[in-house]
């Protein structure tokens, strides 16, 4: 395997690695002037939206545990009995990392609102729907 480390102008540092072939190819295309390779932008202004051009298009999803909690609900996750720590598991593989005292209130506002079940047993809650 050919390896090889590149500064491009604009300071970002490309690692290659790949056959002789390969890595040669690339090299090449980026040692060219017209490499594809832009300088960096410069910052401009964004233009601030008023309130109501927000509210105009769909409605934004809450992505925070309460609405991550209840998709799991809809998917039926919670037809057989699951612990907290089963909740912060299944969320975790999904990509969102939450603690546990994150995931408490949101769980006891479901328990309320009626979306979930909690029952006491082994002196641990758990949640079914």
Same mark, same amino acid.
């Not at 996750?77 to 612990?83: I, L, N, P």
């Not at 546990?100 to 641990?124: A, M």
């Given at each position: 395997?050919?390896?090889?480390?590149?500064? &491009?102008?604009?300071?970002?540092?490309?690692?290659?690695?790949?056959?002789?072939?390969?890595?040669?190819? &690339? &090299? +090449?295309?980026?040692?060219?002037?017209?490499?594809?390779?832009?300088?960096? @932008?410069?910052?401009? +202004?964004? @233009?601030?939206?008023?309130?109501?051009?927000?509210?105009?298009?769909?409605?934004?999803?809450?992505? %925070?545990?309460?609405?991550?909690?209840?998709?799991?609900?809809?998917? %039926?996750?919670?037809?057989?009995?699951?612990?907290?720590?089963? #909740?912060?598991?299944?969320?975790?593989?999904? %990509?969102? #990392?939450?603690?546990?005292?994150?995931?408490?209130?949101?769980?006891?506002?479901?328990? @309320?609102?009626?979306?979930?079940?909690? &029952?006491?047993?082994?002196?641990?809650?758990?949640?079914?729907?």
């Amino acid at each position: 395997m050919a390896k090889a480390n590149l500064v &491009l102008p604009d300071g970002t540092t490309v690692a290659i690695e790949g056959t002789a072939d390969e890595v040669a190819t &690339l &090299l +090449a295309k980026f040692s060219q002037p017209d490499s594809g390779v832009s300088p960096p @932008k410069k910052k401009t +202004a964004k @233009k601030r939206r008023s309130p109501t051009s927000a509210s105009k298009g769909k409605a934004k999803k809450k992505d %925070g545990p309460t609405s991550l909690i209840t998709e799991l609900a809809d998917e %039926g996750y919670f037809k057989s009995k699951r612990t907290i720590s089963d #909740i912060q598991k299944k969320l975790e593989e999904r %990509g969102h #990392i939450y603690a546990i005292t994150s995931i408490s209130p949101c769980l006891t506002r479901l328990t @309320k609102s009626r979306v979930l079940r909690r &029952l006491k047993e082994n002196k641990v809650w758990v949640y079914v729907n």
